[in-house]
């Protein structure tokens, strides 16, 4: 059971990411708001992997719209902010672990945020040292052995765990002009030259 203890760590991990993911937007809209500044927002834009429910937040909660022209947050007008209706929004997180998260950190207004941030911090560092303390891999064997999950789930806990090393393979990219596949290119004529 060593093997579904260090899975359970894993999905809380990332449980916990969505939901600092969550916090980090609602801080940023609260900033903005205060400040009207949208440097800072258009830095986090770029930085996150999933632009599109962030966009979404505030679409929905401010009067901040994304120019994809420019890639970038504009100001459109003195719309309404709902920041703290954006505190209890579904659009990052789901609703289950929106409330458990929420009731565990104590977070009840905007104010509570950047205590909840720190705290969400320091159980992810706690969850990261759990599993870094059993520091055994987990092999293709381990996880054959849990009978409880399906196949893709064993697969995305394989690769969770072992990820793949990006580069180069031996002997680099091959140089051939058919290095694509000849799918699609016209029948060569073996005896023109």
């Given amino acids: 059971m060593k093997l579904k203890k260090k899975l359970n760590l894993l999905i809380d991990r990332i449980c916990l990411y969505?939901?600092?993911?969550?916090?980090?937007t609602v801080m940023v809209g609260e900033y903005s708001r205060q400040s009207k500044d949208l440097e800072p927002l258009n830095n986090f834009i770029r930085q996150v992997e999933d632009t599109e429910v962030v966009i979404d937040w505030f679409h929905a909660h401010t009067p901040i719209r994304f120019n994809r022209k420019k890639?970038?947050?504009?100001?459109?007008?003195?719309?309404?902010?709902?920041?703290?209706?954006?505190?209890?929004?579904?659009?990052?997180?789901?609703?289950?672990?929106?409330?458990?998260?929420?009731?565990?950190?104590?977070?009840k207004t905007v104010e509570d945020l950047d205590r909840a941030f720190k705290a969400v911090e320091t159980k992810m560092a706690e969850l990261d040292a759990q599993y870094e303390a059993d520091s055994s891999v987990i092999t293709p064997h381990d996880i054959e052995q849990v009978p409880e999950i399906s196949e893709r789930e064993k697969i995305k806990a394989y690769l969770a765990a072992n990820p793949a090393l990006d580069g180069m393979g031996k002997f680099g990219i091959?140089?051939?002009?058919?290095?694509?596949?000849?799918?699609?290119?016209?029948t060569p004529n073996q005896w023109s030259r």
């Avoid at 003195?78 to 703290?84: A, V």
């Avoid at 091959?174 to 016209?186: A, E, L, N, T």
């Fill in 71 to 107: 890639k970038k947050f504009v100001a459109r007008s003195d719309g309404k902010w709902s920041i703290t209706n954006g505190l209890s929004s579904e659009l990052i997180i789901g609703k289950n672990a929106l409330v458990k998260y929420s009731k565990r950190f104590g977070i």
């Fill in 174 to 186: 091959p140089q051939s002009k058919h290095r694509f596949g000849i799918y699609g290119m016209p």
């Fill in 18 to 24: 969505s939901f600092k993911l969550h916090l980090l």
